[in-house]
């Protein structure tokens, strides 16, 4: 069985850091891309980033390019998204996401909350 | 900078048949935007549904299918149920990076 399941959320000052992980389980983590998905309270879907199986390729949403930055230990099957100069507008649910080998989205942690607040 | 759009919400009776549709501000969307659609059910997180316009996943059920219809991605959802009443997003691939769409709030009524 797929699972995935997000930690290291919480609650943090505005311009301060955090480090979300993802734990993959019941695949070979190794083979997929992976991805960052949030929700903010009450909105709808952003995608965030994305990362190669080997690292080779990374691709963010405009609005985290030169905050955020994503990374994987394939050796741990575990997904990193480290968040630095968050802003109030970061705060949301934050999903680790399967990437399917046709283009796409498949599998979804439970999510982890990131709140971004003085 | 690329906005994916949707429908804000539709209703449809039990039984029915519905279409949702998502567009893409820079163009027509076709079989190389990849269109995902996804369910998401209040306070859970989002299930996956189709892939690359028309593949279903192992546990989509049948009456969910994906098409390209007149320029815009297509998720029709035949003999509705009342389950079915829930949040539906369209994920785009746009300059190599995905896109989510704004969302339809889909009401069995």
């Known amino acids: 069985e797929v699972q995935l399941v997000e930690s290291g959320g919480g609650l943090v000052q505005p311009g301060g850091s955090l480090r979300l992980s993802c734990e993959a389980s019941?695949?070979?983590?190794?083979?997929?891309?992976m991805n960052w998905v949030r929700q903010a309270p009450g909105k709808g879907l952003e995608w965030v980033a994305n990362i190669k199986e080997d690292e080779s390729e990374k691709g963010y949403v405009d609005s985290v390019k030169g905050r955020f930055t994503t990374s994987r230990d394939n050796a741990k099957n575990s997904l990193y998204l480290q968040m630095n100069s968050l802003r109030a507008e970061d705060t949301a649910v934050y999903y680790c996401?399967?990437?399917?080998?046709?283009?796409?989205?498949?599998?979804w942690g439970q999510g982890i909350l990131v709140t971004v607040s003085s | 900078q690329t906005v994916v759009t949707q429908e804000p919400s539709l209703t449809v009776s039990p039984g029915g048949t519905v279409s949702l549709t998502c567009a893409c501000t820079?163009?027509?969307?076709?079989?190389?935007?990849?269109p995902n659609w996804f369910q998401q059910e209040p306070g859970q997180a989002p299930r996956s549904l189709i892939y690359s316009t028309n593949n279903k996943h192992s546990w989509t059920p049948a009456r969910f299918s994906g098409s390209l219809l007149g320029g815009k991605a297509a998720l029709t959802l035949s003999a509705v149920q009342p389950e079915d009443e829930a949040d539906y997003y369209c994920l785009l691939s746009c300059d190599g990076a995905w896109v989510f769409g704004g969302g339809t709030k889909l009401t069995v009524l």
């Open positions: 019941g695949f070979t983590f190794s083979s997929y891309w």
């Open positions: 820079t163009g027509p969307v076709t079989s190389g935007s990849y």
């Open positions: 996401v399967r990437g399917t080998p046709s283009p796409g989205l498949d599998y």
